[in-house]
């Protein structure tokens, strides 16, 4: 079966110092890759997505990024955090043209 | 542009009663329709599914209505039991390749003893 792991559950950043949120995939090859956030009253948010290794899509302009190194491996980045990029990241996983999709747990960042 | 609309931020209903939460779209080109349903600190996890040729889908105490001229879609929930309490997204998705799934703003169900 498909499963999803994120990490960490929890993380607290300065301003300005930099972020790394990783994504990997099990039980599943060439999977669609998501980045959502949500942030209070916006709901979720779609920030990138990927089809396949090295092909990033983003759909919000912003001081984040994402790469995907392998297939089952998705990280979202910055290289310098606002307080703003503070919320509730989730990576989800989804087939080709296929709907439904498999969320990971979250990560709840806190940029202080 | 919202292209997905809850305007419902929160429900409030007592346990065994019908919840009902509302979902609105703007993009006729939609080809499903999904509700997550999502616990703090936890993913989101697929509760529902309707595709926009049908105008209803039930599974168990859940049925989804589509009205397509209306653009407009439900999800109903009877009867509703404490453990309902969660955010409820309605999300969209086009069989256009390169997209994604759209979500709504959420809307918080409360269900009370």
């Known amino acids: 079966s498909q499963t999803i792991h994120q990490w960490p559950a929890t993380l607290v950043q300065p301003v300005g110092s930099p972020l790394s949120l990783e994504c990997t995939v099990e039980?599943?090859?060439?999977?669609?890759l998501y980045w959502y956030r949500q942030a209070a009253g916006r709901g979720l948010q779609l920030l990138f997505y990927?089809?396949?290794?090295?092909?990033i899509s983003s759909e919000v302009p912003q001081n984040l990024s994402a790469s995907r190194p392998q297939d089952r491996q998705f990280i979202l980045s910055s290289k310098k955090l606002l307080l703003s990029d503070s919320g509730f990241y989730l990576c989800?996983?989804?087939?080709?043209?296929?709907?439904?999709?498999?969320f990971g747990s979250g990560t709840r960042l806190t940029v202080v | 542009d919202q292209q997905v609309k809850q305007n419902s931020p929160s429900l409030s209903v007592q346990e065994g009663r019908i919840s009902i939460l509302n979902c609105d779209y703007t993009?006729?080109?939609?080809?499903?329709f999904l509700w997550y349903k999502k616990y703090p600190a936890e993913g989101p996890t697929f509760l529902i599914s309707?595709?926009?040729?049908?105008d209803k889908n039930e599974d168990g105490r859940f049925t989804v209505f589509l009205n397509k001229s209306a653009k407009h879609l439900s999800l109903h929930i009877v009867p509703s039991q404490p453990g309902d309490s969660a955010v409820y997204f309605c999300?969209?998705?086009?069989?256009?390749?390169?997209?994604?799934?759209?979500f709504g703003k959420g809307t918080t169900l409360s269900v009370s003893s």
């Open positions: 989800a996983l989804g087939r080709d043209r296929g709907y439904r999709y498999t």
């Open positions: 039980g599943t090859s060439n999977p669609n």
């Open positions: 990927s089809v396949g290794i090295g092909q």
């Open positions: 993009n006729s080109m939609f080809d499903y």
């Open positions: 309707i595709s926009s040729i049908k």
């Open positions: 999300a969209a998705y086009s069989n256009q390749a390169g997209t994604a799934l759209i």
